[in-house]
């Protein structure tokens, strides 16, 4: 409805041949001392010029490397999903931007090589280009954010939204004088996922400044998606700060009324709406998903379920009059139109947005042996602060229950 042509940046391609020829070094010695004993054993009887002949010359080996390089590549290609981490990020973020790639290429992405896809309301300088492309392990893309996206809809008094933005940096609300978070909460809650660039892929894994991953993903997150056709997947969950969405549940109340046949009804058994509602869905106990971290199906947001709960809020205004946040928003959407079954808890990935951690701790060979957090300084347990407990209750599972990462056989140890 509110979309124009937006300016795109062709994608960053990268040269993976020097990083797939040192991954293949090790292979391809083991190869050469195949065939040099194979030859050895079946032509010892041979004069010295036939079994010269029978040799790989220097460049016979580098012809064979390149080969298997791009074969290895094609295969990876295909065994992906379609998928790709997601950044919303400035030219100033590129310092946060690399230490998040960083952990997560060396936790996960150095053995797939999914792309990237940054998006910026204002273009991207070369510089900013240049740090993320040279880190990242595939492809990336640089994509501009118009008005249409990110600015004030029509319908928006911007003096009623300034004075709401005053109210709420007098009481010292986090946020509560930003116009510029406002419009970030808005692109993040019904946007970013119709942004031209994500066009090509089904799945998303958002990825923000400054984020850190402690622990080993010995698996495709992707994969696991779609071969459970999950929906929705997080890590950390908290309460919002209520000043900051008092009207947010009338409204989604009011869409529930409106589109009734759009929502798993609150009684059924797939529904774990009560983890939002610990009165029925007479009101809203602030849990969310906090979406800095959230591994997500492109085609859910796309729905027309989750269009319509998007337009009808957007057209309240609560964006720019309150500071309605994505994580609620996506949050309650979840909560609505999933079943409890389609929304995972990656409870084995450690991760750090400051100043929360989530660390796993059982079993107890999981931080000691895949991380490199401390399980004593997650807040999963303590219930005041976090809903990943009371989420749990819910759904009616253990933490361990949500462990995908296998062990690996222990080396001997030498003394």
Partial sequence: MYRQEIKLMPPRQKNNLGRQSKRLALPLLLIGIFLWCYMSFFHAEKEIEDIEGDYFTYQEMRKLSKLLSEQQRQLQNTQREKAAFVVLARNNDRIGIREAMSTLED?????????????????????????????????????LVDESMWGYPEWIDQDTARRGREEMANEDIPYGDSESYRHMCRFQSGFFFRHPLLDQFDYYWRVEPDVRFSCDVDYDPFKLMRERDLKYGFTISIREYEKTIPTLWDRVKEF????????????????????????????????????????????????????????????????????????????????????????????????????????????????IEKCNCDPSNSMDDDRDFSCTAHFLDIVEKRKTDYLITERQPKRDRVF
């Fill in 256 to 367: 529930a009324d409106l589109y009734p046949d759009y929502i798993i009804p609150f009684n059924s058994s797939d529904s774990f709406v009560n983890w939002l509602s610990d009165d029925g869905g007479d009101t809203y106990n602030m849990c969310h998903f906090w979406s800095n971290f959230e591994i997500g199906s492109l085609k859910w947001l796309r729905s027309k379920e989750y269009l319509a709960f998007f337009n009808y809020l957007d057209q309240t205004g609560g964006f720019f009059y309150e500071r309605w946040g994505d994580a609620p928003v996506h949050s309650i959407a979840a909560a609505l139109f999933l079943k409890k079954s389609e929304v995972h808890f990656f409870y084995d990935m450690g991760y750090f947005h400051d100043p929360i951690l989530h660390c796993p701790s059982e079993p107890s060979w999981l931080p």
């Fill in 107 to 143: 936790r996960f992405n150095h053995k797939y090589n999914y792309p990237y896809v940054f998006l910026n309301d204002e273009p991207f300088d070369d510089e900013f280009i240049e740090y993320t492309s040279g880190l990242a392990s595939g492809e990336t893309y640089y994509g």
